[in-house]
């Protein structure tokens, strides 16, 4: 395996893990609507990942620096062709971070509010337009023989492309009911058992859909085996959190989002961005390459300083891992009392 090769599955891994990790807070930033009945078990939802949110969009960042330094071509390409979707992305994460962080800083219910408001949309939207993203990514979009995009926006919006962003809509937000379910207790935990449940059937649906449209159009027979892989997992996590196994179901949640993005690439590979206009000018693993000298320096630096990020990361989830609920919000008013939503 040479080089950019190896680089092709590091920055795969780098997005599974993204949205591995960033695909339960935004499931619980879209929750804080449909599942919390009040501004207590709004804060309860916003504090399960209130230690956690801003660490798991380093890999996104991460994703983003390995691409642009391991193939520029696929970073060009894709950053210039996708500037309207991606800006929202980022528009979102900037302001989901600011309401994050703005949304106790004054005792006033509409101020509160507000900012729950933007935290809802501000992960429902990205949940949305990565999958748009990815889905075209795989598809194939209109290149030309100078590896520039010439389509348009409204080309980014083909049924393959929506059906991929709901799915990714619907699995984060099955994700983060489940991972709801593991770190709440009392009636917001109950209800977001029965959120999963519903939430994750329609994901079913869908991801079969889109994973078999997938495997139709791009598919071989490594793309088959995590599409498997990933429906076992779905069914296995929907079992589970009817059991009230959330530690299960939210390993098999994840297990779910892994095989599922894996599969993409595996269906990806060896491009990196197809072209629909000429197979000749489709960008891939080998002319859209950084030279093996920045490849192998990037592989050393890798190699030293990724061990470190995962161990400070797990060790934050670990010190963060306790259940909590409405009880541990300090000035909380008995169930009856909270003001209603």
Request: net charge neutral.
């Amino acid at each position: 395996m040479q080089l950019h090769d190896v680089w092709f599955v590091l920055i795969a891994v780098l997005w599974i893990g993204y949205f591995f990790l960033e695909g339960f807070d935004f499931g619980i930033g879209i929750l804080t609507k449909p599942l919390a009945r009040n501004t207590a078990e709004r804060r309860v939802l916003i504090n399960t990942i209130g230690p956690v949110w801003d660490g798991n969009e380093v890999w996104l960042l991460t994703a983003g620096g390995a691409t642009f330094a391991a193939f520029p071509d696929w970073y060009a390409t894709l950053f210039s062709g996708f500037y309207i979707p991606l800006l929202i992305i980022l528009v979102c994460l900037i302001v989901r971070g600011v309401a994050f962080e703005y949304r106790a800083k004054r005792d006033d219910a509409r101020w509160q509010r507000n900012w729950e408001e933007a935290i809802f949309w501000t992960s429902l939207l990205p949940a949305f337009l990565w999958g748009v993203a990815f889905a075209n990514i795989v598809r194939g979009v209109d290149i030309d023989a100078q590896k520039n995009y010439v389509g348009t926006f409204w080309d980014l919006l083909n049924p393959y492309a929506i059906l991929g962003g709901l799915v990714t809509l619907s699995l984060f937000t099955f994700h983060g009911a489940v991972f709801a379910a593991l770190k709440t207790v009392g009636e917001i935990r109950d209800r977001a058992r029965a959120t999963a449940l519903r939430v994750g059937v329609v994901a079913a649906v869908l991801a079969l859909a889109f994973l078999l449209w997938t495997q139709a159009g791009n598919g071989n027979g490594r793309s088959l085996a995590a599409l498997i892989i990933a429906v076992l997992a779905l069914v296995g996590a929907l079992a589970a959190n009817q059991l009230g196994r959330e530690g299960w179901a939210f390993i098999l949640s994840g297990a779910t989002i892994v095989a599922a993005v894996a599969m993409l690439f595996l269906a990806l590979f060896p491009n990196v961005m197809p072209s629909t206009l000429n197979d000749g000018w489709s960008l891939t693993v080998s002319n859209a390459a950084s030279s093996p000298y920045t490849l192998k320096l990037m592989t050393i630096v890798a190699a030293v300083f990724t061990p470190l990020v995962l161990l400070y990361q797990g060790w934050t989830y670990w010190v963060f891992r306790k259940r909590i609920g409405v009880q541990h919000i300090p000035g909380h008013a008995p169930a009856a009392a909270l003001d209603q939503a």
